[in-house]
């Protein structure tokens, strides 16, 4: 008895380990495929246009610095301290308010990456998904990552690209 129920746990593992060893995993380039899809290039093209806009913004900051600069010191040389003090509060005025504008600035640049990016990434993972499941994959790595030191399983970075037409 104890002899048949040892046999068949061992047929019962050997029949499970063709199983456990055909479980596949894969890994993908997401960065690779991520630059090449368009709404991710639209969405690079759209930032860097705020970005300009932003940056277009803050030259004429800079111009309205330099002339409220130009002026304290006009009145610091001809010795008017009334003039002075309310050019230096002016002045601390301005340069607050500049950056609580580069503050928000970095605020909506942020969320506007994400609100442009979020359906980039959706997409990208439902491509993912679905070739995991068209190739019976359990496991789908990103590569490069810091936690992948072997990729010896298959890569779907092609299969992914050809999912998304790229």
Do not use: C, W
């Amino acid at each position: 008895m104890k002899k048949l129920i040892i046999a068949s746990l061992l047929l019962t593992t050997l029949i499970s380990f063709p199983t456990l060893a055909q479980s596949k995993v894969a890994h993908v380039n997401t960065q690779e495929i991520f630059v090449l899809m368009p709404g991710a290039q639209a969405a690079e093209k759209e930032l860097s246009e705020m970005r300009k806009a932003f940056e277009e913004e803050f030259a004429v900051y800079q111009k309205e610095l330099e002339g409220k600069q130009t002026a304290l010191i006009k009145a610091q040389q001809s010795g008017n301290s009334g003039t002075v003090e309310t050019l230096q509060k002016d002045l601390q005025q301005f340069l607050n308010t500049v950056r609580e504008r580069e503050v928000a600035i970095q605020q909506e640049l942020q969320q506007k990456e994400f609100d442009l990016l979020q359906p980039v990434n959706e997409e990208l993972l439902k491509a993912i998904e679905s070739v995991a499941e068209s190739m019976d994959l359990e496991y789908v790595f990103q590569n490069p990552t810091n936690g992948l030191l072997v990729a010896r399983g298959s890569d779907i970075t092609e299969n992914v690209k050809e999912k998304l037409g790229l």
